[in-house]
């Protein structure tokens, strides 16, 4: 394990520094087992912080082609976080999974494959960033409107 392996781990995953030489350290230097590590602490955080009171956020606005329309609210514990690159990336990809997959709640929409990447669930999308961001984060709700539904 070496400082390069572990800028690399960082700028994959967005893991702290001590969390990537732990994971490097535990997986014995491979980075995939090391990514792997670094998701089941991500979400184990996650669970840690789920009851904790989400007060703020951000409405996402999204329009495809003029043809569908998507407004998604999604919840944070502080402004700071709600500013965030991060956040606001979660919060744009929400509003292109529901544009594209229509779900009808938001317990359906967690359970869908995120469309990006169907080796993950949208609720697994959430608590990757809330690994990342360390605060609770949750889909308040959202609309969808196409054109002549």
Do not use: W
Request: charged share 30%; proline share 1%; aromatic share 4%.
């Amino acid at each position: 394990m070496n400082v390069e392996d572990i800028k690399r781990l960082r700028q994959l995953t967005g893991a702290g520094i001590a969390d990537c030489k732990e994971a490097l350290s535990l997986s014995k230097g491979d980075m995939n087992k090391a990514k792997d590590i670094l998701k089941k602490k991500g979400l184990d955080k996650a669970s840690q912080k789920s009851d904790r009171e989400v007060k703020t956020g951000l409405v996402e606005v999204y329009s495809h082609g003029g043809k569908v329309g998507v407004l998604v609210e999604v919840l944070c514990e502080t402004d700071f976080v709600a500013k965030t690159e991060e956040f606001k990336f979660l919060a744009h990809e929400l509003s292109l999974q529901v544009a594209s997959m229509n779900p009808s709640s938001v317990e359906e929409l967690l359970k869908q494959e995120y469309i990006r990447d169907n080796s993950m669930i949208i609720d697994q999308l959430i608590k990757s960033v809330v690994g990342k961001l360390g605060e609770n984060i949750q889909v308040g709700r959202f609309e969808r409107i196409a054109l002549g539904e």
